[in-house]
């Protein structure tokens, strides 16, 4: 079983809906996780990250987490095309030790304008 | 300031040739990561930099792939005898320090072995 688990796609949304991608993990002493956004051809690219159980919002971008259920979103709201890209959830699931991070497959999201 | 940057930027190599790829992490940067990143996968995980001292490389595939960061700034990631299947992109990415977690990664050096 792969340790973080993501639907690759694509998701298809119309142009100011809401983008909802989703992620699972099998470390349950992970404690820190990250959504990257990669553009074809392009390296990652920092979008949020979360420690806490919750929601974390910043800008149109919204973060859960659920440890218990080992399950992290990733929401975006009002979609513009420019947000297409391929989503790549990842976990730290060393508790600091090295800080290695382990990436989802990642999820294609496709904005129609 | 100058973000991560990787050189080359493209190689390609015949099956057996040895290559080196090249990092520089940004400025200060004490945490150095290396990820292999095939097409439509995630990056994974080859090894990781504290300062000089190479502290996890098990995501190493095999012993032809080596990494050396000898004065703890640029680093080198080194393939030997390059196989078909090492066709991937090579990222680096760096960070301020084991307590800043968060990755900032370079362009990539994308490698194809034919």
């Known amino acids: 079983q792969k340790e973080v688990e993501q639907n690759s796609g694509p998701l298809s949304v119309p142009e100011g809906a809401i983008a909802s991608l989703n992620c699972t993990y099998s470390d349950r002493g992970s404690q820190s996780f990250f959504w990257y956004r990669q553009y074809s051809g392009k390296s990652p690219e920092l979008i949020m990250s979360i420690y806490s159980n919750g929601d974390k919002e910043d800008g149109r971008f919204t973060a859960q987490l659920n440890k218990a259920s080992q399950y992290v979103s990733l929401l975006i709201r009002d979609s513009q095309p420019s947000d297409s890209a391929t989503y790549l959830c990842?976990?730290?699931?060393?508790?600091?030790?090295?800080?290695?991070?382990?990436f989802g497959t990642g999820t294609l999201l496709a904005v129609q304008p | 300031g100058a973000g991560v940057s990787q050189s080359p930027r493209y190689k390609v190599a015949k099956r057996g040739q040895d290559v080196a790829l090249r990092c520089d992490p940004i400025s200060g940067h004490v945490s150095l990561f290396w990820y292999q990143q095939a097409l439509g996968q995630g990056p994974e995980f080859l090894t990781y930099?504290?300062?000089?001292?190479?502290?996890?490389k098990s995501g190493l595939p095999s012993d032809r792939f080596f990494a050396e960061r000898p004065e703890g700034s640029v680093s080198t990631l080194k393939i030997q005898r390059t196989q078909q299947e090492d066709s991937a992109v090579y990222l680096c990415?760096?960070?301020?320090?084991?307590?800043?977690?968060?990755?900032?990664f370079g362009p990539g050096t994308r490698l194809l072995v034919l």
């Open positions: 990842a976990v730290n699931p060393d508790g600091g030790a090295t800080n290695k991070l382990i």
């Open positions: 990415a760096s960070s301020l320090s084991r307590d800043q977690e968060t990755q900032y």
């Open positions: 930099f504290q300062n000089e001292a190479q502290l996890d």
